[in-house]
Protein backbone atom coordinates (compact mmCIF):
# COMPACT_ATOMS: atom_id res chain seq x y z
CA UNK A 1 0.00 0.00 0.00
CA UNK A 2 1.55 3.64 -1.01
CA UNK A 3 2.03 5.27 2.61
CA UNK A 4 0.21 8.49 1.03
CA UNK A 5 -2.44 6.21 0.96
CA UNK A 6 -3.15 5.27 4.57
CA UNK A 7 -5.00 6.84 6.93
CA UNK A 8 -3.66 9.75 8.90
CA UNK A 9 -2.70 8.47 12.48
CA UNK A 10 -3.53 10.37 15.41
CA UNK A 11 0.10 12.28 15.69
CA UNK A 12 -0.08 13.01 11.89
CA UNK A 13 -3.61 14.62 12.95
CA UNK A 14 -2.28 16.65 15.38
CA UNK A 15 -0.01 18.26 13.12
CA UNK A 16 -2.68 19.41 10.80
CA UNK A 17 -4.71 20.12 13.87
CA UNK A 18 -2.11 22.58 14.83
CA UNK A 19 -2.45 24.41 10.92
CA UNK A 20 -5.89 25.29 11.80
CA UNK A 21 -6.80 29.21 11.59
CA UNK A 22 -7.30 31.00 14.82
CA UNK A 23 -9.61 33.52 15.32
CA UNK A 24 -9.29 37.25 14.63
CA UNK A 25 -7.89 39.56 17.69
CA UNK A 26 -10.61 40.90 18.97
CA UNK A 27 -11.62 44.56 18.87
CA UNK A 28 -13.27 46.55 21.28
CA UNK A 29 -14.12 43.83 23.41
CA UNK A 30 -13.98 45.72 26.35
CA UNK A 31 -15.65 48.96 25.34
CA UNK A 32 -18.46 46.98 23.75
CA UNK A 33 -19.49 45.07 27.13
CA UNK A 34 -18.95 47.86 29.46
CA UNK A 35 -21.97 50.02 27.33
CA UNK A 36 -23.48 46.52 27.38
CA UNK A 37 -23.31 46.64 31.05
CA UNK A 38 -24.24 50.12 31.89
CA UNK A 39 -27.73 49.30 30.66
CA UNK A 40 -28.11 46.56 32.75
CA UNK A 41 -28.73 46.72 36.16
CA UNK A 42 -26.85 43.66 37.98
CA UNK A 43 -28.27 41.87 41.03
CA UNK A 44 -26.65 41.64 44.51
CA UNK A 45 -27.67 37.94 45.35
CA UNK A 46 -29.37 35.03 43.95
CA UNK A 47 -32.09 36.13 42.80
CA UNK A 48 -34.74 33.99 44.68
CA UNK A 49 -36.88 32.23 42.24
CA UNK A 50 -39.80 31.02 45.46
CA UNK A 51 -42.90 33.38 45.01
CA UNK A 52 -44.10 34.78 47.73
CA UNK A 53 -47.44 33.35 49.40
CA UNK A 54 -50.45 36.05 49.45
CA UNK A 55 -52.81 35.26 51.47
CA UNK A 56 -56.01 35.69 49.98
CA UNK A 57 -58.35 38.03 50.64
CA UNK A 58 -62.20 37.35 50.71
CA UNK A 59 -64.09 39.44 48.57
CA UNK A 60 -66.67 39.69 51.10
CA UNK A 61 -66.02 38.79 54.21
CA UNK A 62 -68.41 37.03 56.70
CA UNK A 63 -69.27 39.87 59.11
CA UNK A 64 -68.89 39.15 62.83
CA UNK A 65 -71.64 37.81 64.50
CA UNK A 66 -73.75 40.43 65.74
CA UNK A 67 -74.58 40.57 69.86
CA UNK A 68 -78.42 40.35 68.80
CA UNK A 69 -78.37 37.03 67.34
CA UNK A 70 -76.47 35.45 69.63
CA UNK A 71 -79.04 36.73 72.22
CA UNK A 72 -81.81 35.45 70.20
CA UNK A 73 -79.89 32.19 69.79
CA UNK A 74 -79.87 31.81 73.62
CA UNK A 75 -83.28 33.09 74.24
CA UNK A 76 -84.45 30.09 71.84
CA UNK A 77 -82.47 27.71 73.99
CA UNK A 78 -83.79 28.87 77.64
CA UNK A 79 -87.74 28.98 75.68
CA UNK A 80 -86.80 24.92 74.42
CA UNK A 81 -85.67 23.79 77.41
CA UNK A 82 -88.89 25.48 79.39
CA UNK A 83 -91.40 24.27 76.69
CA UNK A 84 -89.83 20.51 77.39
CA UNK A 85 -89.71 20.77 81.31
CA UNK A 86 -93.50 22.36 80.93
CA UNK A 87 -95.21 19.08 78.80
CA UNK A 88 -93.80 16.55 80.27
CA UNK A 89 -96.36 15.86 82.48
CA UNK A 90 -98.86 13.52 80.88
CA UNK A 91 -101.96 15.84 80.29
CA UNK A 92 -100.08 17.97 78.72
CA UNK A 93 -98.80 15.70 76.50
CA UNK A 94 -101.53 14.83 75.28
CA UNK A 95 -103.44 18.37 75.01
CA UNK A 96 -100.47 19.32 72.70
CA UNK A 97 -100.89 15.97 70.44
CA UNK A 98 -104.69 17.07 69.88
CA UNK A 99 -103.34 20.57 69.00
CA UNK A 100 -101.46 19.43 66.81
CA UNK A 101 -103.26 16.39 64.87
CA UNK A 102 -106.82 18.31 65.49
CA UNK A 103 -108.41 14.71 66.87
CA UNK A 104 -109.76 13.80 70.54
CA UNK A 105 -107.38 11.43 71.04
CA UNK A 106 -106.64 11.74 74.40
CA UNK A 107 -110.09 11.75 75.43
CA UNK A 108 -110.69 8.40 73.49
CA UNK A 109 -107.53 6.98 74.97
CA UNK A 110 -108.49 8.46 78.45
CA UNK A 111 -112.60 7.06 78.17
CA UNK A 112 -111.15 4.00 77.01
CA UNK A 113 -112.29 0.98 79.43
CA UNK A 114 -110.63 -2.41 80.06
CA UNK A 115 -113.52 -4.56 79.14
CA UNK A 116 -110.88 -7.63 78.97
CA UNK A 117 -111.82 -8.08 82.73
CA UNK A 118 -115.83 -7.61 82.04
CA UNK A 119 -115.54 -10.19 79.52
CA UNK A 120 -114.13 -12.52 82.13
CA UNK A 121 -116.48 -12.30 84.92
CA UNK A 122 -119.52 -12.97 82.13
CA UNK A 123 -117.52 -16.29 80.73
CA UNK A 124 -117.35 -17.23 84.32
CA UNK A 125 -121.20 -16.43 85.20
CA UNK A 126 -122.13 -18.51 82.24
CA UNK A 127 -119.88 -21.39 83.16
CA UNK A 128 -121.47 -21.56 86.69
CA UNK A 129 -125.28 -21.32 84.70
CA UNK B 1 -11.06 53.25 27.13
CA UNK B 2 -9.08 54.37 29.87
CA UNK B 3 -11.53 56.98 30.69
CA UNK B 4 -14.35 54.81 30.90
CA UNK B 5 -12.57 52.58 33.15
CA UNK B 6 -11.57 55.95 35.00
CA UNK B 7 -14.74 57.27 35.13
CA UNK B 8 -16.54 53.56 36.42
CA UNK B 9 -13.81 52.86 38.66
CA UNK B 10 -13.97 55.79 40.66
CA UNK B 11 -10.74 57.11 42.51
CA UNK B 12 -10.38 54.90 45.09
CA UNK B 13 -10.62 51.76 42.95
CA UNK B 14 -8.67 52.00 39.51
CA UNK B 15 -8.89 48.72 37.70
CA UNK B 16 -4.70 48.09 38.25
CA UNK B 17 -5.72 48.04 41.75
CA UNK B 18 -7.42 44.30 40.82
CA UNK B 19 -4.91 43.19 38.61
CA UNK B 20 -2.93 40.71 40.37
CA UNK B 21 -6.15 39.39 42.81
CA UNK B 22 -7.01 36.08 42.72
CA UNK B 23 -10.44 35.12 40.81
CA UNK B 24 -11.89 34.46 44.46
CA UNK B 25 -11.18 38.28 45.39
CA UNK B 26 -12.65 39.73 41.83
CA UNK B 27 -15.31 37.69 41.65
CA UNK B 28 -16.31 38.81 45.87
CA UNK B 29 -15.89 41.91 44.23
CA UNK B 30 -17.63 41.72 41.19
CA UNK B 31 -20.67 40.75 43.94
CA UNK B 32 -20.45 43.96 45.27
CA UNK B 33 -20.46 45.37 41.54
CA UNK B 34 -16.78 46.86 41.80
CA UNK B 35 -16.79 47.13 37.99
CA UNK B 36 -12.92 47.47 38.08
CA UNK B 37 -13.08 44.13 39.43
CA UNK B 38 -14.84 42.61 36.72
CA UNK B 39 -13.02 44.14 34.02
CA UNK B 40 -10.38 42.57 35.03
CA UNK B 41 -12.16 39.27 35.04
CA UNK B 42 -12.79 40.66 31.00
CA UNK B 43 -9.17 40.75 30.19
CA UNK B 44 -8.30 37.35 32.36
CA UNK B 45 -10.51 35.60 30.11
CA UNK B 46 -12.42 36.90 27.04
CA UNK B 47 -9.57 35.30 24.92
CA UNK B 48 -10.47 32.08 26.39
CA UNK B 49 -14.29 32.54 26.01
CA UNK B 50 -14.16 34.39 22.39
CA UNK B 51 -11.66 31.19 21.08
CA UNK B 52 -13.98 28.36 22.27
CA UNK B 53 -16.51 30.11 20.86
CA UNK B 54 -15.23 30.94 16.99
CA UNK B 55 -14.37 27.41 17.14
CA UNK B 56 -17.57 25.58 18.14
CA UNK B 57 -19.22 27.94 15.88
CA UNK B 58 -16.78 27.89 13.20
CA UNK B 59 -16.08 30.97 13.06
CA UNK B 60 -19.55 32.95 12.96
CA UNK B 61 -19.99 36.20 12.89
CA UNK B 62 -21.81 36.08 16.10
CA UNK B 63 -18.93 34.97 18.69
CA UNK B 64 -17.86 38.31 19.66
CA UNK B 65 -21.68 38.86 20.91
CA UNK B 66 -22.06 35.32 22.10
CA UNK B 67 -18.66 35.91 24.41
CA UNK B 68 -20.35 39.30 25.45
CA UNK B 69 -23.36 37.54 26.73
CA UNK B 70 -22.01 35.26 28.51
CA UNK B 71 -19.94 37.75 30.89
CA UNK B 72 -23.05 39.54 30.83
CA UNK B 73 -24.91 36.62 32.72
CA UNK B 74 -21.62 36.39 34.54
CA UNK B 75 -22.32 40.25 35.90
CA UNK B 76 -25.94 40.06 36.52
CA UNK B 77 -25.13 37.32 39.30
CA UNK B 78 -22.00 35.87 39.62
CA UNK B 79 -23.49 34.05 42.29
CA UNK B 80 -23.61 31.49 39.85
CA UNK B 81 -20.22 31.01 40.60
CA UNK B 82 -19.90 29.27 43.59
CA UNK B 83 -16.07 27.66 43.61
CA UNK B 84 -13.59 30.86 41.82
CA UNK B 85 -11.40 27.85 40.85
CA UNK B 86 -14.24 26.16 38.29
CA UNK B 87 -14.72 29.57 37.01
CA UNK B 88 -13.11 29.16 33.45
CA UNK B 89 -14.85 26.12 33.25
CA UNK B 90 -18.47 27.73 33.87
CA UNK B 91 -17.57 30.54 31.42
CA UNK B 92 -16.66 28.15 29.21
CA UNK B 93 -19.60 25.97 29.60
CA UNK B 94 -22.22 29.36 29.69
CA UNK B 95 -20.49 29.73 26.17
CA UNK B 96 -20.80 27.07 24.74
CA UNK B 97 -24.07 26.42 26.06
CA UNK B 98 -25.12 29.59 24.70
CA UNK B 99 -23.88 28.89 20.91
CA UNK B 100 -25.51 25.36 21.11
CA UNK B 101 -28.74 26.84 21.75
CA UNK B 102 -28.29 29.67 19.44
CA UNK B 103 -27.77 27.73 16.67
CA UNK B 104 -30.53 24.82 17.69
CA UNK B 105 -32.90 27.85 16.75
CA UNK B 106 -31.14 29.26 13.87
CA UNK B 107 -28.77 26.97 12.38
CA UNK B 108 -25.54 28.02 11.50
CA UNK B 109 -24.75 29.73 7.91
CA UNK B 110 -21.43 28.82 7.81
CA UNK B 111 -20.29 29.12 3.96
CA UNK B 112 -16.79 26.90 4.65
CA UNK B 113 -18.47 24.39 5.79
CA UNK B 114 -20.76 24.06 2.85
CA UNK B 115 -17.24 23.21 0.97
CA UNK B 116 -15.55 20.09 0.26
CA UNK B 117 -12.51 18.86 0.92
CA UNK B 118 -12.14 17.43 -2.42
CA UNK B 119 -13.16 20.75 -3.95
CA UNK B 120 -10.36 22.67 -1.98
CA UNK B 121 -7.62 20.58 -3.23
CA UNK B 122 -4.97 22.38 -5.50
CA UNK B 123 -3.85 22.09 -8.93
CA UNK B 124 -0.86 19.39 -10.12
CA UNK B 125 1.57 20.80 -7.74
CA UNK B 126 -0.36 19.92 -4.51
CA UNK B 127 -0.57 21.55 -1.59
CA UNK B 128 1.74 24.04 -1.43
CA UNK B 129 0.24 26.86 0.20
CA UNK B 130 -0.28 26.59 3.94
CA UNK B 131 -2.86 28.96 4.01
CA UNK B 132 -5.07 26.05 1.59
CA UNK B 133 -3.64 23.18 3.72
CA UNK B 134 -4.96 25.63 7.14
CA UNK B 135 -8.64 26.65 4.72
CA UNK B 136 -9.13 22.62 4.50
CA UNK B 137 -8.48 21.90 7.89
CA UNK B 138 -11.05 23.96 9.41
CA UNK B 139 -13.63 23.10 7.18
CA UNK B 140 -13.12 19.18 8.11
CA UNK B 141 -13.87 20.41 11.66
CA UNK B 142 -16.59 22.67 10.57
CA UNK B 143 -18.60 19.55 9.33
CA UNK B 144 -18.02 17.73 12.56
CA UNK B 145 -21.16 17.07 14.91
CA UNK B 146 -21.86 20.12 17.55
CA UNK B 147 -20.51 17.39 20.56
CA UNK B 148 -17.15 16.37 18.58
CA UNK B 149 -16.35 19.59 17.53
CA UNK B 150 -16.65 21.21 21.24
CA UNK B 151 -14.65 17.92 22.68
CA UNK B 152 -11.85 18.49 19.81
CA UNK B 153 -11.73 22.30 20.82
CA UNK B 154 -11.87 22.15 24.54
CA UNK B 155 -8.75 19.42 24.68
CA UNK B 156 -6.83 20.14 21.63
CA UNK B 157 -7.45 23.97 21.08
CA UNK B 158 -7.84 24.90 24.53
CA UNK B 159 -5.33 22.14 26.13
CA UNK B 160 -7.69 20.87 28.53
CA UNK B 161 -7.16 17.75 30.26
CA UNK B 162 -9.97 15.36 29.46
CA UNK B 163 -11.01 16.18 33.42
CA UNK B 164 -11.54 19.00 32.60
CA UNK B 165 -13.19 19.21 29.32
CA UNK B 166 -15.60 16.14 30.89
CA UNK B 167 -16.50 18.58 33.62
CA UNK B 168 -17.08 21.99 31.02
CA UNK B 169 -19.55 19.50 29.13
CA UNK B 170 -20.60 18.26 32.03
CA UNK B 171 -19.89 13.79 31.14
CA UNK B 172 -17.95 11.18 32.41
CA UNK B 173 -14.48 11.07 31.24
CA UNK B 174 -15.79 7.82 29.10
CA UNK B 175 -18.24 9.64 27.22
CA UNK B 176 -15.81 12.89 26.78
CA UNK B 177 -13.00 10.13 25.81
CA UNK B 178 -15.50 8.49 23.36
CA UNK B 179 -16.38 11.64 21.25
CA UNK B 180 -12.93 12.60 21.18
CA UNK B 181 -11.95 9.40 19.43
CA UNK B 182 -15.19 9.72 17.19
CA UNK B 183 -14.33 13.36 16.41
CA UNK B 184 -11.01 12.13 15.62
CA UNK B 185 -11.93 9.46 13.62
CA UNK B 186 -14.20 11.24 11.94
CA UNK B 187 -11.71 14.06 11.17
CA UNK B 188 -9.49 11.30 9.45
CA UNK B 189 -12.52 10.41 6.90
CA UNK B 190 -13.09 13.86 5.78
CA UNK B 191 -9.57 14.36 5.14
CA UNK B 192 -9.51 11.31 3.14
CA UNK B 193 -5.91 10.80 1.12
CA UNK B 194 -5.41 14.64 0.88
CA UNK B 195 -4.29 14.37 4.73
CA UNK B 196 -1.46 12.90 3.46
CA UNK B 197 -0.36 15.03 1.25
CA UNK B 198 -1.65 17.93 3.29
CA UNK B 199 1.33 16.51 6.20
CA UNK B 200 3.86 16.61 3.34
CA UNK B 201 3.40 20.05 2.77
CA UNK B 202 3.33 21.27 5.65
CA UNK B 203 6.34 19.41 7.08
CA UNK B 204 8.09 21.30 3.63
CA UNK B 205 6.95 24.36 5.19
CA UNK B 206 9.08 23.97 8.27
Known sequence: MNKQQEPLNDVELAKL????????????????LLSRMAS???VGKQRDNVVPFVRPVAINPKPARPVSRVIGIAAAL?????????ISDNAGVSELVDGVTGLQTSGQVA??????????????????? | MGAILALRAGPEAPVTRWQSATDAALLEASARHVEPAFVVLIQRYQRDVYRLV?????GHADSEDIAQETFLRLWLNPAQVREAKALKGWLLRVASNMVMDR???????????????????????????LSQVSRAVDTAIAQLPDRQRMALALVHFEQMSNIAAAEVMELSVDALESLLARARRRLKEILGPEGKEMLLAVEKAK
Open chain 1, 111 to 129: DFAPAGLDDIGTVDGENQS
Open chain 2, 103 to 129: YRRKPMLNIEAAEDIADMAPGPDGWRE
Open chain 2, 54 to 58: WRISA
Open chain 1, 40 to 42: MRP
Open chain 1, 17 to 32: LATASSPPQLKGFEEK
Open chain 1, 78 to 86: AASLIIGIL
